[in-house]
């Protein structure tokens, strides 16, 4: 659902606003290839979905096309990739990343003996050289349609900045039934949150409830419509850095695609979908059908939140909802905007799609249409600033930054590193980590503790009590 959206865009686009970006350099992975567990070797298909916050990170993957390539991409080396599945038969996803390289995507572990069949799909975290974990899914989770289903619907889709929220959906079982094929699973599709608890763990929300007293945006006012949500499927897009904002697409009405978030837990619908066409009685149309389907694509520095929808006669609206309530409607397709209210629509310099942009604008995330003999297809491509490049290679402790947060039981190390290793007051090494990892400090007894952090221009010491 979320490429047939898209694609409108994609491929209808190109004669949209683009911006001249000025001292941008342009990375086009369209001419990679990487080689898969069997030996195949195929161009990068797939596009960036998110870069983090900070511009560090952007991640991707070929959900499309199918050939199971997933990828991340670091400042510290712009000018290539890295592939985390060719050397297995795994399906993964990933979709987002936090500031310290914490991704979030969906995983399998297939059967050694039995490699070429699909295994269970779950919704997880990936640090690089730490791999796959698997984030908390309730017991009613249906282990049936996370193995069989290739939508990747089994996902965790958005990460917030600092890592601590977690947002994506996935079925769950409501019961069988009796049919002439034998026993039917009934299912329900269902948005999940996960915050990161003072223990270092995550903790499943199911977010169930939010479509009662559900809101419809009518008129510049949020109301309470009964029976405006008959049938909901939301898919998740983006999380709010603080984690309070979760805006996608909810499934409504007559199945339109209809943009919404969730706030605080609330449905908000900014759109009364799928209102069927009418026609008096000799057959004539009276009323069109008002409403093709849309997204809430992105969420700003500012809790902006960017999207589009399509009228009956297809014809595209671009609109901005705002924290305090305003839908306004825009001239063009306004993509996602950096902590200065800068805007970058749909297409970008040399981007021919636009996905995401970090908070300071510095780095734009997207891809490139390519020709794959059989017909178009999407490859990853990015823009970075020429003063950002200049900063992530200098070699100046000031564009580190690396420096401790404690919050409740976790420490986390801000900025750029290689390793942290943490040292009681007796000099024992307690724990150890890599880039994004969150060190627990619940089951360690209070003092006063050292923690020395690996840094491009040397090591880093920091000391705390707890």
Known sequence: MKKFLLCIFTFLGFTSFAQDLGNYKFYDFSETTWTDCYGDTYTVLGDFYHVSSNGRFAVG????????????WDAENPGSLTFINEEDPNRYTLRDVSNNGLMVGSFEVRDADDPETNSVVYPGIYTHGEGWKALPVPETYSEYYATYNEDFIEDAR?????????????????????????????VVHTPALWKLNDAGEYELTLLDEIYKNSKLYVDGELKTIEDSVNFSTFMVYDISDDGTLICGYNEAGSGGFNPAIIRDGQLIQLFECGNAAEYDDEGNLVAPVNFNGGICGTIDANNNVYGYYQTGNLENKYFMYTPNDELIFLD??????????????????SLAYTRACSNDGNVIVGGVVVSLGYGMGESPALLMSEDYSVGISAVNPDNVKVDIDIMGSNLFIDGRFSSAEVYDAAGHRVARGGQGHVFNLSNMPNGTYIVRVATAEGEKSFKFTR
């Open 332 to 349: 063009r397709f306004i993509i996602c905007a950096d902590a200065n209210g800068t805007q970058y629509g749909q297409q970008n310099g």
């Open 61 to 72: 993957c070929d959900d499309n096309i199918g050939t199971g390539c997933c990828f991340f």
């Open 158 to 186: 958005a990460i917030s900045a600092d890592g601590r929220f977690i947002a994506g959906h996935f079925f769950v079982t409501r019961g069988y039934k009796e049919t002439f094929m034998g026993l039917l699973e009934r």
